[in-house]
């Protein structure tokens, strides 16, 4: 069984860097052709795919995004972790990390990351 979960705060103050953890368990995020993504979700809008590292641990991230952003990972505890730098209110969102393997197949539930002073 595949789980994955996002942890990291709840809530990140603007200008401030938000950072997240996803620990997965049942595969290890070397195991080739996994993909180790984030994505977000806005209140009321649609998934932004945001970035991801591979097994072998190359990122690649959304150009709105890559001056800003950074994924990397833990291989001796099975996770990676997003880091986003200068975060602003309109940022606020369900946090999502997910595998990809012959597309999304597998999702954490999601944590609310909300940016406010």
């Known amino acids: 069984q595949v789980l994955l979960q996002e942890s990291g705060p709840g809530l990140v103050k603007p200008s401030q860097t938000l950072s997240l953890t996803c620990t997965v368990s049942?595969?290890?995020?070397?195991?080739?052709?996994?993909?180790w993504n984030w994505i977000r979700q806005p209140p009321g809008k649609g998934l932004e795919w945001m970035g991801m590292i591979t097994y072998s641990g190359d990122t690649y991230y959304i150009p709105s995004l890559k001056s800003r952003i950074s994924i990397f990972r833990d291989t001796s505890k099975n996770q990676f972790t997003l880091q986003l730098t200068s975060v602003t209110p309109e940022e606020t969102a369900v946090y999502y990390c997910a595998r990809g393997h012959y597309g999304m197949d597998y999702w954490g539930k999601g944590t609310l990351v909300t940016v406010s002073s």
């Open positions: 049942g595969v290890s995020i070397t195991t080739t052709s996994c993909y």
